[in-house]
């Protein structure tokens, strides 16, 4: 756990072809604050290639996306602007389809 | 009309004799196909009274239009019959290549009536039909039966479509197996098969499949071509399988784990797609027309098989409470080669490993115990020991011990990989399902955990009936059309219609297809309705309507069937015990 009164760390589990760009899970330190906006300006700085698989445009995921908080769709939550907090887990999913 | 290979053949296997007759243009026209064609001759053909294991029953092989005519992901042909798993009018799907071969030696369907004296199978060839003795094939393997019947018709070409020792010993959930390692899965239609002594149905020929509209058809090829490539559901499916929803299930919090106990395996990751790629994948591997690949050939140690998918992964995986991806795949073969439901076999293996920790048997297996599990898997197939009860299926087995409750089922069928209590709408989809507790009669895991075509929120049930009427309806249509269930991420209604029109020259437009979907669930409904079934089957296990979830972001929840079902019924023109209206029979032309 890292200092909470200024920062906050926040658990990111890649699957399936995210996988080729960015590591399986990582741990990511955050202002106080953060969103899942924020957490990708973070990662989009340290996995080129990232920010399109996951966006179509500056402030739209991509179709069939999914992010996940604490296994919560964030669609249901506040979208780019869902608020983390310390201890978070973040999973992140390309489209996918099966049955 | 084309895209139909034009003749039906009917086997009566206590005459002995196969009669050949054109497919009648109004039964095209209705029902188009695959589960239309069988769903419509089973329930005129078989009296609602019989007994699903008895001669009287009917097995119908049936392929649609876009069956083999070279369309992307069009491969499947649905086998349909009064199921002894259910009691309910049941079809199950498969792919492969036998569809396509079926209709190259000149068949839209096999009716199959009866029972032979001894073991048969039936030879389909180049537009004739022939049943040929299959003595020396009984009590073999799925493999070893297609390669005795290759050898035997010296053609490596002939495609197979057989039951196992599973099937022969009629075990309540014994499927039927083309080449190889394609299932039939679901319903025991290969108990049916067993019924009757017919071993295998063998498929070769070369006739020409016409089409209607060549240039048509080849503009609408390429525009569902691109769809499915562009919404990219077909680089996962390539490269993980279908086992790719492991992790985002498992981290949805609806994963059922230990017999639907909890809804979190923390070892998901050690089977699931991406460890399978990275370990017994040998390579990916499609059906007839296939550009998505999803199949999985597996390979290691001693072992070599197709699959495990991701419903028998779960199965015999986090809801047996087994971590260990190479027993998984075993299991799985093991079910190929017997004949046996991956989904329903493993489930029940599931119930018997709670109600023996909760010391309601005597039995020594316990979850995680991936060795007893083989074993068990072997004596379902084979009947022995304890086998013999678990091969009744899970609700008849924990009935018998006091606690049915601990049966996983709808209407008596082992329920697949998702927690209802987490997922509303896919909870409605299955307790409604017309076969039985099912997914792929109506798959709301797609809007609801995968966000296609849209993201509806999976805790909610308001507006879920439309949209799971919707889903049984279209699913309806595309098992009536030949094409894979697959395609349904990426394509809508108006695709399947301009692929249907342009293949049959029948000019079908999406809400006439809609209609034919909702024509064949409610002939199913109508038909169930006359076995006794109502409202009172449409539910889940009471530990999915009472137990809340522990864990996760669903935390809390039940199944909520009250705040959905009358809607349901409302929205299909139903009343409220379920029963298709006068109206709506005659909407239908049912009445």
Not at chain 2, 127 to 151: F, P, S, V
Not at chain 2, 547 to 575: C, F, H, I, N, S
Request: aromatic fraction near 8%.
């Amino acid at each position: 756990m890292t200092d909470t009164r200024n920062h906050i760390s926040v658990t990111v589990k890649s699957f399936a072809t995210l996988r080729e760009v960015m590591d399986a899970q990582i741990s990511v330190d955050l202002p106080q604050g953060a969103t899942i906006r924020s957490l990708f300006a973070e990662l989009n700085g340290r996995y080129q290639g990232l920010g399109g698989l996951i966006f179509a445009g500056p402030d739209t995921l991509r179709d069939f996306v999914n992010i996940l908080k604490n296994g919560r769709n964030v669609e249901f939550l506040g979208r780019l602007d869902t608020h983390l907090d310390d201890g978070d887990l973040i999973a992140l999913f390309p489209p996918l389809a099966g049955g | 009309m084309d895209g139909y290979a034009g003749k039906m053949a009917y086997a009566d296997l206590s005459a002995g004799t196969v009669t050949i007759k054109p497919t009648p243009p109004e039964l095209k026209k209705l029902y188009i196909g695959g589960r239309g064609f069988g769903i419509r001759l089973l329930t005129d053909m078989v009296d609602p009274k019989i007994e699903p294991l008895s001669e009287k029953n009917v097995l119908v092989y049936a392929a649609g239009p876009l069956t083999g005519t070279g369309i992307p992901l069009g491969s499947r042909y649905e086998v349909s019959t009064v199921s002894p798993l259910t009691g309910t009018a049941m079809s199950a799907n498969s792919g492969g290549v036998f569809g396509w071969k079926m209709k190259k030696a000149g068949f839209d369907a096999i009716v199959i009536t009866g029972k032979s004296k001894k073991p048969v199978y039936l030879l389909l060839d180049n537009g004739k039909a022939e049943l040929r003795d299959a003595a020396h094939l009984w009590g073999k393997t799925t493999g070893q039966t297609t390669d005795a019947l290759e050898e035997e018709l010296k053609d490596k070409s002939v495609r197979v479509s057989c039951i196992g020792p599973a099937g022969e010993k009629l075990v309540l959930f014994a499927c039927i197996i083309n080449e190889r390692t394609r299932a039939a899965g679901r319903g025991g239609v290969g108990a049916v098969m067993g019924s009757k002594n017919l071993k295998a149905i063998a498929a070769r020929g070369d006739l020409p499949l016409k089409v209607a509209d060549e240039a048509q058809l080849a503009l609408v090829k390429e525009r569902v071509k691109k769809k499915i490539e562009e919404n990219g559901i077909d680089k996962a499916l390539h490269n993980f399988g279908t086992a790719v929803l492991v992790n985002i299930i498992n981290e949805n919090y609806v994963l059922p784990t230990r017999n639907f106990q909890t809804a979190h395996f923390p070892d998901a990751e050690n089977v699931s797609g991406e460890t399978m790629a990275k370990t017994i994948l040998k390579r990916p591997k499609g059906c007839y027309a296939c550009i998505v690949q999803c199949g999985r050939v597996c390979e290691f140690d001693d072992e070599k098989g197709e699959g495990p998918e991701y419903e028998p992964i779960w199965a015999f995986g986090p809801d047996c409470g087994i971590n260990d991806l190479k027993m998984v795949a075993r299991a799985n073969n093991i079910c190929n080669e017997y004949g046996l439901d991956a989904i329903s076999a493993p489930a029940t293996i599931a119930c018997l490993m709670e109600m023996a920790e909760k010391g309601y048997i005597k039995h020594p297996i316990r979850f995680g115990d991936a060795k007893g599990m083989l074993k068990l898997v072997e004596q379902i197939a084979k009947r022995e020991e304890i086998g013999d009860e678990l091969a009744e299926g899970s609700f008849r087995f924990a009935t018998k011990y006091g606690h049915p409750e601990l049966s996983m089922s709808s209407k008596k069928q082992e329920l697949p990989a998702y927690d209802p209590r987490g997922i509303q709408g896919y909870g409605l989809a299955t307790a409604t399902s017309v076969r039985g507790g099912d997914h792929v009669y109506g798959y709301m895991i797609s809007p609801e955990i995968l966000g296609a075509p849209e993201k509806l929120d999976p805790f909610v049930t308001t507006g879920k009936a439309q949209w799971v009427k919707t889903f049984q309806d279209l699913t309806s249509a595309i098992d009536a059309s030949g094409m894979c269930l697959f395609t349904s991420f990426a394509l809508g209604p108006e695709d399947y219609a301009d692929l249907l029109s342009a293949t049959t020259g029948m000019k079908i437009t999406a809400a006439e297809l809609l209609k034919v979907g909702e024509r064949i669930w409610n002939l199913q409904k109508l038909y169930n309705i006359k076995r006794g079934f109502g409202r009172k089957d449409d539910t889940l296990p009471a530990r999915l309507l009472n137990e809340p979830l522990k864990e996760g972001a669903p935390a809390g929840q039940v199944w909520r069937r009250e705040e959905m079902l009358d809607e349901y019924y409302t929205l299909r023109g139903w009343d409220r015990e379920g029963t298709p209206t006068k109206e709506k029979q005659k909407e239908l032309g049912l009445a």
